[in-house]
């Protein structure tokens, strides 16, 4: 008996030992693919910036920057600056929003500034496979599986959001647009999950409802992605809803930056207040026709540009669909309890005024006359108008404002 109780408890023991080495195995078959991935997102700095709030950004050679490393862009040749007026601007006048890592130094001609991935960053991901990356649609598989759903909206089909996001915006359809832009207001909004995050953007979008490509802007607090709770300029790109490609900044292969000054996913400062000082940041999408390259502007610099001839079909030509407005993501939007991430600056978009809800001044789409004008046809829409709305602010003789935003849950019974 005691022989068999020695023998029983010998193979218990070499279980475990299998089992603590197969988990070391993993672990470190898991390290090596996340140094990997660094190695693959870090490209060789020329120099190096450590950021009052804690970033390194790394200035790099140009022409090594993470775009290149995508299969069919490793020949192109960089557009250093858009063949069209260049003198386009925003309407608006200047606010005095910077980048926090401008404050310590500057990047050199022939180089950009990338924002440094740490391996934390990439611990926090769901995988490495889905870093930077919004979740998918997924509504050309199953429309009714993930919640989402369709509208029409001017005889267009336009996909609403999935159950895990939370949408409020103003939206023009049907028409060709080569250019949209919009000055808008940033705040510091709080993030309740550590997986939610929320924005203030402008989408250009092109392509079927539920296969659509879009190339975006603004700015995001997005704890997961950063690692902290600032605000901060973004921008994303999608040819297929989200589902397999794109990503927020340079964190894939596809965006090609020209600017030396200007950082994606770097912090910006400082924020607007409640009956404070208001901030924002004029941003604008714009497409060369001779090249086929979408142009970002931010505050007046090209960022840089999406190279659409090569990377996406859809928007190829021109745009279907522009929207401006804000996005919560959360595994707890259309759910009891509800998450309480707040969208813009916190307060419902009927709270007109400088200082209350969070706007969108001077929005403007361009069409083949290649002038920036207000849209001819708009409208607004918001998945959960109890928790987050919209409101185009439209009184007689004066330009519309867009208002957009709310608190979340918590607020009173309607949004729990």
């Given amino acids: 008996m005691a022989k068999m109780n020695f023998t029983l408890l010998w193979a218990l023991a070499l279980i475990c030992l299998?089992?603590?080495?197969?988990?070391?195995?993993?672990?470190?078959?898991?390290?090596?693919?996340?140094?990997r991935k660094l190695k693959l997102l870090n490209k060789p700095a020329v120099k190096s910036i450590l950021s009052d709030d804690g970033d390194i950004i790394d200035c790099v050679d140009i022409h090594k920057q993470p775009a290149?490393?995508?299969?069919?862009?490793?020949?192109?040749?960089?557009?250093?600056?858009?063949?069209?007026?260049?003198?386009?601007?925003?309407?608006?006048?200047?606010?005095?929003?910077?980048?926090?890592?401008?404050?310590?130094?500057?990047?050199?001609?022939?180089?950009?500034?990338?924002?440094?991935?740490?391996k934390q960053d990439l611990l926090r991901a769901a995988s490495l496979e889905n870093f930077g990356r919004k979740l998918s649609h997924n509504t050309s598989?199953?429309?009714?599986?993930?919640?989402?759903?369709?509208?029409?909206?001017?005889?267009?089909?336009?996909?609403?959001?999935?159950?895990?996001?939370?949408?409020?915006y103003l939206v023009t359809v049907g028409y060709n647009y080569i250019g949209a832009s919009g000055d808008i207001n940033v705040w510091n909004p709080k993030v309740d999950l550590p997986e939610d995050f929320t924005s203030g953007q402008i989408w250009v979008r092109g392509g079927p409802g539920d296969n659509f490509e879009s190339i975006e802007s603004g700015w995001v607090v997005n704890p997961k992605l950063y690692g902290d709770t600032r605000t901060r300029f973004f921008a994303y790109w999608t040819k297929d809803a989200y589902n397999q490609t794109g990503c927020f900044d340079l964190t894939c292969s596809g965006f090609i930056q020209t600017s030396s000054h200007v950082a994606l996913g770097a912090a910006i400062e400082p924020c607007s207040s409640r009956s404070g000082p208001q901030y924002y940041i004029p941003i604008g999408i714009f497409m060369d026709t001779n090249t086929s390259n979408w142009w970002l502007r931010y505050s007046g610099t090209?960022?840089?540009?999406?190279?659409?001839?090569?990377?996406?079909?859809?928007?190829?030509?021109?745009?279907t669909m522009v929207q401006w407005g804000g996005d919560v993501y959360s595994q707890n939007v259309r759910k009891n309890p509800h998450t309480?991430?707040?969208?813009?600056?916190?307060?419902?978009?009927?709270?007109t005024?400088?200082?209350?809800?969070?706007?969108?001044?001077?929005?403007?789409?361009?069409?083949?006359?290649?002038?920036?004008?207000?849209?001819?046809?708009?409208?607004?829409w918001a998945d959960e108008p109890y928790c987050y709305s919209s409101l185009n602010w439209a009184p007689y003789g004066v330009e519309p404002v867009f208002y957009f935003g709310g608190p979340g849950g918590g607020y009173d019974y309607m949004c729990p």
């Fill in 18 to 35: 299998s089992r603590n080495a197969d988990g070391k195995a993993k672990s470190r078959e898991t390290l090596s693919d996340v140094d």
């Fill in 353 to 380: 005024g400088l200082g209350n809800a969070c706007f969108i001044q001077h929005v403007r789409i361009m069409d083949f006359s290649r002038t920036l004008k207000y849209p001819e046809w708009v409208s607004t």
């Fill in 141 to 168: 598989n199953n429309r009714e599986q993930n919640g989402s759903h369709f509208i029409h909206i001017n005889n267009t089909e336009v996909v609403v959001s999935p159950i895990v996001r939370s949408t409020a």
């Fill in 340 to 351: 309480k991430t707040a969208m813009g600056s916190g307060e419902f978009a009927s709270a």
């Fill in 68 to 118: 290149f490393d995508h299969p069919a862009l490793r020949t192109h040749v960089i557009q250093m600056k858009p063949s069209f007026d260049a003198r386009i601007e925003n309407l608006g006048n200047r606010s005095h929003i910077v980048q926090t890592w401008q404050r310590s130094g500057t990047c050199s001609e022939g180089t950009i500034p990338i924002r440094r991935i740490r």
């Fill in 302 to 319: 090209e960022v840089g540009y999406w190279p659409a001839g090569t990377l996406l079909f859809y928007l190829n030509h021109s745009s």
